[in-house]
């Protein structure tokens, strides 16, 4: 199957119209070469010394368009060389006595098959006049166009032969439109699902530009309007201020993980797998994260083990414990508690992130890591938008890692995310540079 898709050409690097050539011209060689030496056999020598530039010709117009892209070309060359070699086929195959009729329409089929539309009708005609043409030369001069078989056996045999490769041909040069049309329309339904995804996120980024992004922003003008015209009392500012910084932390997460998402979405992320020592790579991330689960009355355990080396990106594995810790904060209420620890699996590190927060229904499982979830309010109302767990899902995957996620309602939820351990080899070259 590989080797009939180099030969035809890939969907990737060819059209469905330079596929389809490219299976014609190799069973119109293999048919030039069978009848070389089918027609020496039974005594049509001088036919079999015609076909032997056609062979060349029909090689020289496949590479023409596999391998220097010259489709148009090589089409025109193939319609016009297949025109003049049937008219020397007809004459010296015994015109009407012959195949020669059978062959030509088998070549119209050919033709029809990859000439551009405007062309079509335009090849028709000249197949129809060629054809009549030499049917009536052959009637006001028979003379000219004798019977070359040698007896009637040969005469049947020929037919036979050319019923036969016209049927083959018929049926792969068929069988490779229908494949390519298939293909193509699972990729057009494929780009439609693509589509209708992207609308999607834009409606979500338009969204939360609309609302959760504006939301903040009102809050401050309206705070700052109010202090410009009233005195307010120091103790009720401080109340203001605090609850406008919470707002403000979470708005600015919420900022991170919109332009990370997006720049994945429109120009792809870019990834730099390291060797990292996990305890390292995130102890900055967890002093931030410590400080705010702290200002929620919350306690956070590190149990990450010593000495483990990981292979991720840094600033990925950054982002993608943050969301985490972020939701586990968000969703547990003050007085619990949050471990984020380390576990070896064969040849994997589990991260897990556990909290004794409210937990998730199981029927949110499914579309909990895509963006048709639904934004939800944290205990202390704290808002989200949705993205965290869409980003940590795509950038654990872009690391060739797993995340996933186990929750009991009212109990608490542990989210799990699996990286590649570095190899003795691994740490070798680490200590090198």
């Not at 025109?76 to 297949?82: E, H, R």
């Not at 589509?195 to 009102?218: G, V």
């Not at 401050?220 to 015209?229: A, K």
């Not at 991170?256 to 992320?269: D, F, P, R, V």
């Amino acid at each position: 199957m590989q080797l009939w898709q180099q030969l035809m050409g890939s969907p990737d690097t060819h059209t469905l119209e330079a596929i389809i050539f490219h299976t014609a011209c190799i069973f119109t060689g293999l048919l030039f070469i069978c009848s070389i030496i089918f027609n020496y056999l039974i005594g049509l020598y001088t036919l079999s010394i015609l076909l032997v530039p056609a062979v060349f010709s029909v090689g020289f117009v496949y590479y023409l368009s596999k391998f220097k892209y010259r489709l148009n070309l090589a089409v025109t060359i193939f319609c016009v060389l297949g025109n003049l070699l049937f008219i020397a086929f007809f004459l010296k195959n015994s015109g009407i006595n012959g195949p020669g009729l059978v062959v030509y329409l088998l070549f119209f089929f050919l033709v029809i098959s990859i000439v551009p539309k405007n062309q079509r009708f335009g090849w028709m005609a000249v197949n129809i006049i060629v054809a009549i043409s030499l049917i009536l030369f052959q009637y006001r001069y028979p003379e000219l166009v004798p019977v070359n078989y040698e007896d009637n056996l040969s005469r049947h045999l020929d037919f036979s032969y050319v019923y036969f490769f016209t049927l083959i041909i018929i049926y792969f040069i068929l069988t490779s439109i229908i494949t390519s049309y298939n293909r193509e329309r699972l990729l057009a339904e494929k780009r439609a699902e693509q589509l209708e995804i992207a609308n999607q996120s834009k409606n979500k980024l338009f969204s939360i530009l609309a609302h959760d992004l504006r939301s903040p922003l009102n809050s401050i003008q309206s705070f700052l309007e109010i202090s410009m015209e009233v005195e307010i009392e120091e103790e009720e500012k401080r109340s203001i201020n605090s609850s406008l910084l919470k707002e403000t932390k979470y708005t600015g997460q919420m900022l991170i993980n919109l332009l990370s998402w997006s720049k994945t979405q429109m120009e792809g992320a870019s990834v730099k797998m390291l060797v990292l020592n996990l305890e390292w790579a995130l102890e900055t991330t967890l002093l931030l994260q410590t400080s705010l689960a702290e200002e929620k009355g919350l306690i956070l355990n590190n149990k990450l083990q010593q000495n483990m080396y990981v292979i991720a990106d840094n600033d990925m594995l950054e982002l993608i414990v943050r969301n985490l810790l972020n939701n586990a904060i968000k969703f547990t209420p003050p007085g619990g508690q949050l471990t984020i620890s380390s576990e070896v699996h064969g040849k994997e590190c589990w991260i897990k992130i556990q909290d004794t927060g409210i937990g998730i229904d199981k029927v949110d499982f499914d579309h909990i890591f895509s963006l048709n979830s639904q934004s939800t309010y944290g205990t202390n109302q704290e808002k989200g938008v949705g993205l965290g767990l869409v980003l940590c899902k795509e950038f654990i995957e872009l690391q060739e890692g797993r995340i996933w996620v186990e929750s009991t309602l009212n109990v608490g939820t542990t989210f799990f995310i699996s990286l590649q351990i570095s190899s003795q080899n691994d740490l070798f070259a680490l200590h090198l540079n």
